[in-house]
């Protein structure tokens, strides 16, 4: 019944973000994303993110450009009666193909930073409350959406032992306010 309860609470908390018309909340954040996945053995994942496009773009052709956008993220993994929350900053770099009317497909890769309430995830350890988050992954933007699959894995880096990393595939949606 928690996790329902608990699933509710970010359903409302996204909605709210996406129809937030503060315009001092767009000049920090100009897009908000609500992904879920799961491990690699049965943690399930839910993130919300707020998003701010780098105001660059790198190496600018007739086929794409490299871009980006800063991502903070609220995380929720749980497995049984386990479970962690966590935030995240990463900034992620992006290859858009462009050129196909209003879709453009995308690359993007990244390394950022995450806090975390416990060391220990469904038996894991991970051993600190500070993770890097990796992540590589693909998608499709389409007008104000985005729909993209990514790999991502939670670890310390081998600074504290034991390193018990987390390995998660997710699936995210992504509005432009």
Known sequence: MEKM????????LFIAILTASAKDVRDYFDSATMSIGQSKDGIAIIRLGLRKDFAKQWLKSNVGYFGGYW???ANYWNKGDSSNYGIALSPVFV?????LREIEPYIEVSIGASLWTNTLIAGRNVSSNYLFE????CGIKYKRFDLS??????SNAGIVRPNSGIDIFITSVTYKF
């Open 71 to 73: 991502e903070l993220s």
């Open 95 to 99: 290859y858009r193909v462009t050129g």
């Open 134 to 137: 990796d992540r590589i992954g």
């Open 149 to 154: 699959f990514r790999y991502m894995h939670y």
């Open 5 to 12: 309860k608990i699933i509710k609470f970010i359903m409302v």
